[in-house]
């Protein structure tokens, strides 16, 4: 396919997957496309983020489970354009589609769906086209989307790893009292009655709904301030769907 190549060269691709079956599986798929090669697989996001630092250009493909470092991905977005950079993943809720386009992501392709059509929907995303799924208008009850500022997309996503308000602070570099106003003031603002059902809603849109594939929480001694200049949830998409709910709290009560 002529558009993939870039003047005399075929069009690099970085695959994204911890898995290294996985991996291999994709790069053979990948391979399918005219004019994409070589694809360097298995590398992690620090690694691809490395070498974009280093000036490396090229296509990024990301294999994800479980929970999505949107704020990652942002960035390799950013860097990367006008390259792409496309999501794989086995569930595609409305919060995941949502966070992706925030993100700058060009293409979200279900992995459900036959080869043929994968490959057909990889090759339009590493054309320039925005590839992403419908999403079924009754999944969700009223869902509005949320811009949050940077330090309340942190403070999100550090409710969802189950922190409290003290280890939130170490975290953030806050006081105790300062983490408990951001708080009272995103209740108000995204319309959660406690921190549980705010971790809820953070938790819908940082994961991708494959509770087996979250990754596992660290232990709180371990836990080390986060760098300031990196962001969580850039937009918070809120709903209601009381059967995902409740196999949340059990997860997170478990």
Same mark, same amino acid.
């Not at 301030?225 to 969580?232: E, I, K, Q, S, V």
């Given at each position: 396919?002529?558009?993939?190549?870039?003047?005399?060269?075929?069009?690099?691709?970085?695959?994204?997957?911890?898995?290294?079956?996985?991996?291999?599986?994709?790069?053979?798929?990948?391979?399918?496309?005219?004019?994409?090669?070589?694809?360097?697989?298995?590398?992690?996001?620090?690694?691809?983020?490395?070498?974009?630092?280093?000036?490396?250009? @090229?296509?990024?493909?990301?294999?994800? !489970?479980? %929970?999505?470092?949107?704020?990652?991905? *942002? $960035? #390799?977005? &950013? /860097? +990367?354009?006008?390259?792409?950079?496309?999501?794989?993943?086995?569930?595609?809720?409305?919060?995941?589609?949502?966070? @992706?386009?925030?993100?700058?992501?060009? !293409?979200? %392709?279900?992995?459900?769906?036959?080869? *043929? $059509? #994968?490959? &057909? /929907? +990889?090759?339009?995303?590493?054309?320039?086209?925005?590839?992403?799924?419908?999403?079924?208008?009754?999944?969700?009850?009223?869902?509005?989307?949320?811009?949050?500022?940077?330090?309340?997309?942190?403070?999100?996503?550090?409710?969802?790893?189950?922190?409290?308000?003290?280890?939130?602070?170490?975290?953030?570099?806050?006081?105790?009292?300062?983490?408990?106003?951001?708080?009272?003031?995103?209740?108000?603002?995204?319309?959660?009655?406690?921190?549980?059902?705010?971790?809820?809603?953070?938790?819908?849109?940082?994961?991708?709904?494959?509770?087996?594939?979250?990754?596992?929480?660290?232990?709180?001694?371990?836990?080390?301030?986060?760098?300031?200049?990196?962001?969580?949830?850039?937009?918070?998409?809120?709903?209601?769907?009381?059967?995902?709910?409740?196999?949340?709290?059990?997860?997170?009560?478990?």
């Amino acid at each position: 396919m002529e558009e993939l190549r870039f003047g005399e060269s075929l069009r690099r691709v970085f695959l994204i997957s911890e898995v290294p079956f996985y991996a291999e599986a994709l790069r053979a798929l990948l391979s399918r496309i005219p004019g994409v090669d070589p694809v360097v697989p298995g590398l992690g996001c620090d690694e691809v983020l490395k070498r974009t630092a280093e000036g490396e250009k @090229a296509d990024i493909v990301i294999e994800c !489970g479980g %929970l999505v470092d949107w704020s990652r991905i *942002a $960035e #390799l977005s &950013r /860097r +990367m354009a006008p390259r792409s950079v496309i999501l794989l993943t086995r569930q595609v809720p409305a919060e995941m589609v949502c966070q @992706a386009r925030d993100s700058g992501v060009r !293409g979200l %392709l279900d992995l459900r769906v036959p080869v *043929a $059509e #994968l490959v &057909r /929907r +990889m090759e339009r995303a590493l054309s320039g086209e925005a590839v992403f799924p419908e999403t079924e208008p009754s999944t969700l009850h009223g869902p509005k989307a949320i811009r949050l500022t940077p330090r309340e997309g942190q403070l999100v996503t550090l409710l969802v790893q189950g922190l409290k308000n003290k280890e939130i602070a170490y975290q953030l570099g806050l006081s105790e009292g300062t983490v408990k106003v951001y708080l009272s003031r995103l209740f108000q603002k995204v319309g959660a009655k406690d921190r549980f059902e705010l971790a809820l809603f953070g938790l819908r849109n940082l994961a991708n709904g494959e509770f087996s594939c979250v990754e596992p929480a660290r232990s709180r001694k371990s836990v080390s301030p986060a760098p300031m200049g990196r962001r969580g949830l850039r937009t918070l998409l809120v709903g209601t769907q009381n059967g995902w709910n409740q196999t949340a709290r059990s997860a997170m009560a478990g």
